[in-house]
């Protein structure tokens, strides 16, 4: 069996959210159960649009827009939100 990449991962949150799957039922269902999910979801805001970035085990994240209520795949460390 050939190993599930980040894309394959991000199109199956896709398909569950044009389902009608909110993000809590995309998270319990899909990614934390995930065996390359690395982490909490890690919320971060750039203007005025909110991210969740989830981490995986392949230096990968799956980033979820709130606002377009979309998936996508991202290279790199989630940044810990900083105190300041």
């Keep these: 069996m050939e190993r599930e990449t980040a894309w394959d991962l ?7 959210a044009a389902q009608g799957a909110d993000f809590p039922s995309v998270w319990n269902s899909v990614l934390k159960p995930h065996p390359t999910v690395a ?4 919320q971060r805001i750039e203007g005025n649009r909110s991210f969740l ?3 995986l085990m392949t230096g990968h994240r799956i980033v979820y827009e709130g606002e377009r209520k979309t998936y996508t795949v991202e290279f790199g460390k989630v940044e810990s939100p900083s105190a300041g």
């Design 53 to 55: 970035d989830i981490p």
């Design 10 to 16: 991000a199109r199956k949150c896709s398909l569950a």
């Design 39 to 42: 982490g909490l979801p890690v």
